[in-house]
Each structure stands twice: as structure tokens, then as C-alpha cells.
């Protein structure tokens, strides 16, 4: 993790929106109910109707689950796939936003496939934006983004290729961007720029593997758990087996009450660590609702990247045990025969498995408690 050089001022409300929408949007966000000093003042100067809940803390968003009785599903079932159907209602800390989010983005699913290679050298010239972007049907989010969506952009690269990268801020809060898979001078490349301005570094990745990117601005906390994350995947020079590959980026969305259809990422609920919701690829259990999808002899190799902001992923996929998980840049330092391995926060890793059978096989965050909310989808092997 990164330090930035610049120290920006404490995010505002009034930053979330763009000045040719600023009232439209405190009005129907009246959200960031952060507890960073000044945010209050913020908060109340600008958007009278907000309705702030920076007095969120886990126990009483862990007693608010409960009396929804939601977490206490009273159901089992022998068959996995049942037993994580409980996860395809409403989720027990997702209040329904329904249809009041006006100018939230439609729902989609985040595609998981690996995007294949360029032709070598890559030039990405991406944008700050802040979207309320639809992450299931009945829950929208006040999201801060790299590129309009949340997780950002999936970057693919081989070792050795140069990355040249210009990030251009479009929002009145400072961001920055900070590459896991780069050896580079942070205090230089990964400083904050303010709205209206650009920074633009290149870099060669050393190592393949599974690499978090982060806006890493201060509170980095914040800005990680507003959305502002995406993955970059570097590939070997020498290919690896020949084998589907996805792409799961795991991460923790702590959330404020809806206020006009959407709801804000929430500070105080961060430092709790207490999180609403657990995903992959941004969306609760958008691959229960459509798997992934391959073919009995293929091989799969699932590149996770845990985003976290705190926790860890244990990644597992039931009915199966992982042929090989790279545990550092593949193809080196692989360990075979694995049936739960841990992404730390802030890591990626690579897991491979063979589909010898057909059938519907759940991948999950075998922390249950936090593949319960939202972290599991279905890797659906057809014959
Ligand atoms: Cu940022």
C-alpha cells in the first residue's frame, strides 16, 4: 500500500457530484455519511434533506440483521447449490432502492472472462467517474470509479510489456492510481491529482501473477471501498496450459442506508470491519444467477484477486480440489492438490482445476460468513 505524497483535503459530500448535477445528485444520494472530520459540516452545508448515518456502527447494523431474521435462514438442504439458493433472495443488509435511483446505471453482469492479450505494449488513458451503478436489482450504490464501473477495467498483460498509463481526474476529490504489479516510485507515479488534471506513468511488470489496483489516496480505506480497484493479470511469457480463465475480484462493500434510492459507501462501517456485503466482481451472486460456464475436459484457471479492504478470501470451489494453485508468479511455486487457499487482501493468486465431471459446482469465500453475504457463485461444467 501506498503513501501518496499529497495529502487532499477531506473528502466531501459535495464532491460526489459533478457541478452540472450537483444538486440532482445530493439530492438523491444525500449519502456519504462519513465520519471523517469536516465531513459532517460538508455534509450539512450542502444537502439540507441529508440524511446522515455516520453513527452506523456494526452492532447495530449486526442488530438490524437480525431483526429482519434474515441471517437465521432456518433452512437446509444437502445439495450446495440449495443451500447457497437462500443467497438469491434479498440480501438480509441490502434495503430496497427499487426503482428510485433515477440516473443509476442498468444492471449488468460483470463479464468474467480473461480478456485476451493486445499485440504487446499497452497505452491505457482511463478517467475518474462517479456513478451510482445498479449492483443487484434491488441495491444501487454511490460508486467512485476508475472508468464508470466498479471494479474497474480488467488489464491484461504479459511480463516484460509496457504499460503506459495516464489517469485523468474528473472530480472535484483528489485520486490517484497505484499498480500492484509495477516496481516503481510511488511518491511519483501513484501521487494524487486533483480535478482536471492527469498523471501518467509507465512500467514493465516483472512477475506474473494476479495484481490489485487501487486509487490510493488518503483515506485509501475509503477510496478502495468506494470502488476505486480493478485487477491487472500478467500473464508468463512462456504460456501457461492452455485453460478457460476468469477473473474474481473479491471485495467487501460496507453500506449506508438508501437515501433516495441509493445508497453510500459508509467510512465509519469500514473501520468496523463489519461488511453488508461480500462479492465477486462487484455484484452479490451474479454468477448463481448466471454461471460461469465450461465444458468437461477443460481446464479452468480462476486468476483471484482479494480487494479486500480488510478481509481475506478463502477460495474454494465444492466438488473439486484445485490441480494446482500458484502460490507466487506461475508457473513458479505451484503446490498441488489444494482445496482452500487464502487470498490475502491486497494479493492474487492463480488456482487451476481440471473438470472431469459434469455438474454445478459453487465457488466460494469458504469463510462462510462472508460467502454468505454474496461471496459464491456457480462454475457450471457441461458435458
Ligand atoms: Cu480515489
Known amino acids: 500500500m501506498n503513501k501518496p505524497d499529497v495529502s487532499p483535503a477531506s473528502p466531501r459530500l459535495s464532491d460526489f457530484a459533478e457541478p452540472s448535477t450537483r444538486r440532482g445528485f445530493l439530492a438523491n444520494a444525500s449519502i456519504l455519511s462519513l465520519t471523517i472530520p469536516g465531513v459532517g459540516a460538508a455534509l450539512a452545508a450542502c444537502s439540507?434533506?441529508?440524511?446522515?448515518?455516520?453513527?452506523?456502527?456494526?452492532?447495530?447494523?449486526?442488530?438490524?440483521?437480525?431483526?429482519?431474521?434474515?441471517?437465521?435462514?432456518?433452512?437446509?438442504?444437502?445439495?450446495?447449490?440449495?443451500?447457497?439458493?437462500?443467497?438469491n433472495g434479498h440480501h438480509p443488509a441490502a434495503s430496497l432502492t427499487g426503482a428510485g435511483a433515477p440516473g443509476a446505471t442498468a444492471f449488468h453482469r460483470f463479464d468474467p472472462i480473461l480478456p485476451p492479450l493486445g499485440s504487446g505494449d499497452l497505452k491505457l488513458n482511463w478517467h475518474t467517474k462517479q456513478v451510482a451503478i445498479r449492483i443487484s436489482e434491488d441495491t444501487v450504490v454511490a460508486g467512485w470509479t476508475f472508468e464508470g464501473d466498479t471494479p474497474g477495467p480488467i488489464v491484461h498483460c504479459r511480463v516484460g510489456d509496457n504499460v503506459e498509463f495516464t489517469l485523468t481526474n474528473d472530480v472535484d476529490i483528489p485520486h490517484s492510481m497505484d499498480f500492484h504489479a509495477a516496481q516503481i516510485n510511488p511518491k511519483v507515479a501513484f501521487r494524487s491529482v486533483?480535478?482536471?488534471?492527469?498523471?501518467?506513468?509507465?512500467?514493465?511488470?516483472?512477475?506474473a501473477g494476479a495484481f490489485m489496483y487501487h486509487c490510493g489516496t488518503s483515506p485509501v480505506l475509503m477510496h478502495i471501498g468506494s470502488g476505486m480497484f480493478g485487477a491487472i493479470i500478467v500473464s508468463p511469457r512462456e504460456p501457461l496450459p492452455p485453460a478457460k480463465e476468469f477473473v474474481l475480484?473479491?471485495?467487501?462493500?460496507?453500506?449506508?442506508?438508501?437515501?433516495?434510492?441509493?445508497?453510500?459507501?459508509?467510512?465509519?462501517?469500514?473501520?468496523?470491519?463489519?461488511?453488508?456485503?461480500?462479492?465477486?466482481?462487484?455484484?452479490?451472486?451474479?454468477?448463481?444467477?448466471?454461471?460461469?460456464?465450461?465444458?468437461?475436459?477443460?481446464?479452468?484457471?480462476?486468476?483471484?484477486?482479494?480487494?479486500?479492504?480488510?478481509?481475506?478470501?478463502?477460495?474454494?470451489?465444492?466438488?473439486?480440489?484445485?490441480?494446482?494453485?500458484?502460490?507466487?508468479?506461475?508457473?513458479?511455486?505451484?503446490?498441488?492438490g489444494v482445496q482452500t487457499w487464502a487470498v490475502a487482501p491486497g494479493g492474487g493468486m492463480a488456482f487451476e482445476l481440471?473438470?472431469?465431471?459434469?455438474?454445478?459446482?459453487?465457488?466460494?469465500?469458504?469463510?462462510?460468513?462472508?460467502?454468505?453475504?454474496g461471496g459464491i457463485g456457480i462454475l457450471l461444467v457441461e458435458s
Not at 453513527?55 to 433452512?75: I, K, R
Not at 486533483?194 to 512477475?207: A, D, L, R
Not at 480488510?310 to 503446490?335: K, M, R, W
Not at 481440471?354 to 453475504?373: I, L, S
Open 48 to 87: 439540507p434533506s441529508s440524511q446522515a448515518t455516520g453513527d452506523s456502527t456494526a452492532v447495530s447494523n449486526a442488530n438490524q440483521a437480525a431483526a429482519t431474521g434474515s441471517l437465521m435462514p432456518g433452512q437446509h438442504n444437502s445439495d450446495s447449490r440449495l443451500d447457497s439458493s437462500l443467497l
Open 194 to 207: 486533483p480535478k482536471g488534471q492527469s498523471v501518467t506513468f509507465s512500467f514493465k511488470p516483472k512477475y
Open 249 to 336: 475480484i473479491q471485495n467487501e462493500l460496507y453500506l449506508a442506508d438508501a437515501a433516495n434510492g441509493i445508497r453510500a459507501f459508509d467510512y465509519q462501517k469500514m473501520l468496523g470491519t463489519f461488511p453488508d456485503l461480500v462479492v465477486f466482481n462487484g455484484r452479490p451472486n451474479q454468477y448463481m444467477k448466471d454461471p460461469i460456464k465450461v465444458k468437461v475436459g477443460d481446464r479452468v484457471r480462476f486468476w483471484v484477486v482479494n480487494m479486500g479492504p480488510t478481509h481475506a478470501c478463502n477460495f474454494h470451489v465444492v466438488g473439486e480440489q484445485f490441480d494446482t494453485v500458484y502460490l507466487a508468479a506461475p508457473p513458479a511455486s505451484a503446490i498441488h
Open 354 to 373: 481440471v473438470c472431469d465431471v459434469p455438474g454445478e459446482f459453487p465457488f466460494v469465500n469458504h469463510g462462510f460468513g462472508h460467502g454468505q453475504k
